[in-house]
Nanobody, 122 residues
Framework: EAQLVESGGGLVQAGDSLRLSCAAS????????IAWFRQAPGKQREQVSY????????HYADFVKGRFTISSDNAKDTVYLQMNNLKPEDTAVYYC???????????????WGPGTQVTVSS
């Protein structure tokens, strides 16, 4: 059974940086992709970024391109999300999940960690 645990959130000011971690277990890490999603109060969960651990392919939502970087440590079964130049609109609970990435798209399983809160003050 896939298990994911997020950490690294906190309260920061606009322009600051944070690094989130997603520790995975229960599956062969290098066979799957890991995605970060976020959900702000009153809004739907939205995809932020993903990495395909099979080949290192990465993808970013337009609203984080140039500010966030996703990376993977296959030896630790952990994916990181480096978030720079944070904005108040980045405030949300950040979740990671696991899925399959193919040439036509990605399918994410219904396996979520508890999330980590990121709050950015102006």
């Amino acid at each position: 059974e896939a298990q994911l645990v997020e950490s690294g959130g906190g309260l920061v000011q606009a322009g600051d940086s944070l690094r989130l971690s997603c520790a995975a277990s229960g599956f062969t890490f290098t066979d799957y992709g890991i995605a970060w999603f976020r959900q702000a109060p009153g809004k739907q969960r939205e995809q932020v970024s993903y990495i395909n651990n099979k080949d290192g392919e990465t993808h970013y939502a337009d609203f984080v391109k140039g500010r966030f970087t996703i990376s993977s440590d296959n030896a630790k079964d952990t994916v990181y999300l480096q978030m720079n130049n944070l904005k108040p609109e980045d405030t949300a609970v950040y979740y990671c999940t696991v899925g399959v990435v193919t040439s036509v798209g990605a399918t994410w399983f219904d396996a979520w960690g508890p999330g980590t809160q990121v709050t950015v003050s102006s």
